[in-house]
């Protein structure tokens, strides 16, 4: 059975310092997606990044970065200068190929203070 | 706008009370998903649509729960007999088919509230 885990609950940062999303799965597919997905106060779930599991090149957008591992089962999100706008709930999910589902994590409340 | 369109957003109702829960789709999305979301807790899949075929049910889809999805559009979510502890969010969320378009992604709509007192 597929599984997420972001150990992380919760994480408060002061604007401008770099923080890092921890996300650690498992499955038993050999080929599977992962993906990050924000949810701001107002709820609604935003996509930011699919991964395919052949793909372990890692991946920066601005401000965002993905560390991708297969050997540690793990895809990390780093947010660089960190701003309060970034204020969310953040998921990481999995989908297996073999399926259609979605699974995500418990999520990690980031918290960015002025 | 032309993303996943999600109504009642807000419902309370009493214990013991049916409620029904509409999702439209992207219009040219195939794959109709939903799921709940309690507070403090990442979404939790309860089924899934390809087209008009409910092809995946959880576990958590118990039988006071019902999900249509006629010709293939929008579809509605019942909850019969609803509980305490059916007080959630729920989402809804399309995709596309196999194709250039489809990135796997999932697009959601903002949500329908459920309050059960």
């Known amino acids: 059975a597929q599984k997420v885990t972001q150990a992380q609950t919760e994480i408060s940062v002061v604007e401008k310092e770099d923080v890092t999303l921890d996300c650690v799965y498992e499955t038993r597919d050999t080929t599977y997606y992962l993906f990050w997905y924000k949810q701001p106060p107002s709820g609604e779930l935003v996509f930011l990044i699919r991964?395919?599991?052949?793909?372990?090149q890692n991946e920066i957008s601005g401000r965002y970065s993905w560390n991708f591992q297969k050997s540690t089962s793990s895809f990390n999100f780093t947010i660089t200068a960190s701003q309060v706008v970034d204020s969310a709930v953040y998921f990481c999910?999995?989908?297996?190929?073999?399926?259609?589902?979605?699974?995500f994590g418990e999520g990690t409340q980031l918290t960015v203070n002025p | 706008d032309t993303g996943v369109s999600q109504n009642p957003r807000h419902k309370i109702t009493k214990r013991g009370q049916n409620v029904t829960f509409r999702c439209d789709p992207i219009s040219e999305h195939n794959r109709l998903y939903w799921y709940r979301q309690t507070l403090g807790q990442g979404p939790e899949f309860l089924t899934y649509f390809q087209n008009e075929a409910q092809l995946e049910k959880s576990r958590l889809l118990s039988d006071r729960f019902s999900a249509e999805r006629p010709k293939g559009s929008f579809s509605t979510l019942e909850i019969q007999r609803t509980e305490q502890g059916d007080s959630a969010m729920y989402l809804c969320a399309s995709r596309p088919g196999q194709g250039r378009r489809n990135t796997g992604e999932l697009f959601f709509g903002e949500g329908s509230r459920l309050t059960v007192l």
């Open positions: 999910a999995l989908r297996e190929t073999s399926g259609s589902r979605l699974t």
């Open positions: 991964r395919n599991s052949f793909d372990e």
